[in-house]
């Protein structure tokens, strides 16, 4: 099965499952991670998802033999592939947590990068690759490395596609939490199962939140976020937090 979903204590776990070929997408594993995440969208008993690869790759990126055999545009492949599986990541109002535990090339970099909280272990390296095929990138990656890195940043490592270390990463504010190898597995278990256990509904509408406020203005931003606070006034998390105050206890929270 080249894509794995599982999930245990409220995470969904989707692992890219190819590992002889460090995991690169085939049109099938990019129509099936669609279809998880949107299924995991309306899954009440998924509160996090966790996107990560088997064996030693995060994700090469598309599987270039599968490029050149099918006759089509790369507009028209990424259009019905690549762009509404980012674009689904980016707006799904879950976390989602993006975790390498080895390289990251080409479009596995967008996906990596589209990640609300990027994971690497120590020996994760990214190499944006798209311009060693002469190609520029697709999936957001000049959209989010140049908010996430900056310009130049970006330039640099579009343009050269040299291998950055997962500490490099974290220094360039590409990765949120960098884990030691030997204890990757349970450090991101962790994570993941903390993240799910919060309250889930607003962590939800924060993503909603951050993304409102990468297009629009301040003033308009202040009203949005005004109204998102009575959204989240009408959940059943917001009333346990406040009672949990009262009471001097930790919260349990639901997701709702
Ligand atoms: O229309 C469209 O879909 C356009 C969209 C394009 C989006 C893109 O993602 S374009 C960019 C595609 N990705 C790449 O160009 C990366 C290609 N891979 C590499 O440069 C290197 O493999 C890595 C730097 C990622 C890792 O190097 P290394 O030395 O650790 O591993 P390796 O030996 O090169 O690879 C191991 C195996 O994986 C190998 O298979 P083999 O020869 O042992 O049978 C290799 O061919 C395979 N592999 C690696 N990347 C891909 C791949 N097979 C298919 N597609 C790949 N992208």
């Given at each position: 099965?080249?894509?794995?979903?599982?999930i245990?204590?409220?995470?969904?776990?989707?692992?890219?499952?190819?590992?002889?070929?460090?995991?690169?997408?085939?049109?099938?594993?990019?129509?099936?991670?669609?279809?998880?995440?949107?299924?995991?969208?309306?899954?009440?008993?998924?509160?996090t998802?966790?996107?990560?690869?088997?064996?030693?790759?995060?994700?090469?990126?598309?599987?270039?033999?599968?490029?050149?055999?099918?006759?089509?545009?790369?507009y028209?492949?990424?259009?019905?592939?690549?762009?509404?599986?980012?674009s689904k990541?980016?707006?799904?109002?879950?976390?989602?947590?993006?975790?390498?535990?080895?390289?990251?090339?080409g479009?596995?970099?967008?996906l990596f990068?589209?990640?609300?909280?990027?994971?690497?272990?120590?020996?994760?390296?990214?190499?944006?690759?798209?311009s060693?095929?002469?190609?520029?990138?697709d999936?957001?990656?000049?959209?989010?490395?140049?908010?996430?890195?900056?310009?130049?940043?970006?330039?640099?490592?579009?343009t050269?596609?040299?291998?950055?270390?997962?500490h490099?990463?974290?220094?360039?504010?590409?990765?949120?939490h960098?884990?030691?190898?030997s204890?990757f597995e349970?450090?991101?278990i962790?994570?993941?199962?903390?993240?799910?256990?919060?309250?889930?509904?607003t962590?939800g509408?924060?993503?909603r939140a951050?993304?409102?406020?990468?297009?629009?203005?301040?003033?308009?931003h202040?009203?949005?976020?005004?109204?998102l606070?009575?959204?989240?006034?009408?959940?059943?998390?917001h009333?346990?937090?406040?009672?949990?105050?009262?009471e001097?206890?930790?919260?349990?929270?639901?997701?709702?």
């Amino acid at each position: 099965m080249p894509l794995i979903s599982d999930i245990n204590n409220n995470v969904l776990y989707l692992t890219l499952n190819r590992p002889e070929k460090l995991n690169a997408l085939t049109d099938e594993m990019l129509t099936g991670l669609l279809s998880a995440f949107k299924k995991a969208e309306k899954d009440t008993n998924v509160r996090t998802i966790v996107l990560q690869g088997s064996g030693k790759g995060f994700c090469a990126g598309q599987d270039l033999p599968d490029l050149e055999s099918k006759n089509r545009s790369f507009y028209e492949h990424i259009n019905a592939l690549y762009m509404p599986l980012v674009s689904k990541m980016r707006s799904l109002e879950k976390p989602i947590l993006t975790a390498a535990n080895g390289v990251i090339a080409g479009a596995g970099s967008a996906l990596f990068l589209a990640g609300d909280l990027r994971v690497c272990s120590t020996r994760a390296t990214l190499i944006t690759a798209f311009s060693k095929i002469g190609l520029p990138g697709d999936t957001g990656i000049t959209w989010m490395l140049t908010r996430q890195a900056g310009w130049n940043r970006a330039f640099e490592l579009l343009t050269r596609s040299e291998k950055v270390s997962a500490h490099t990463l974290k220094d360039l504010h590409l990765c949120e939490h960098l884990f030691e190898e030997s204890t990757f597995e349970t450090d991101l278990i962790a994570l993941a199962e903390q993240m799910a256990s919060g309250p889930t509904r607003t962590y939800g509408l924060i993503k909603r939140a951050l993304n409102h406020g990468m297009s629009s203005g301040f003033e308009e931003h202040l009203e949005y976020e005004a109204w998102l606070m009575d959204v989240a006034a009408q959940t059943a998390d917001h009333a346990e937090g406040m009672t949990a105050f009262k009471e001097k206890r930790a919260p349990l929270f639901v997701g709702k």
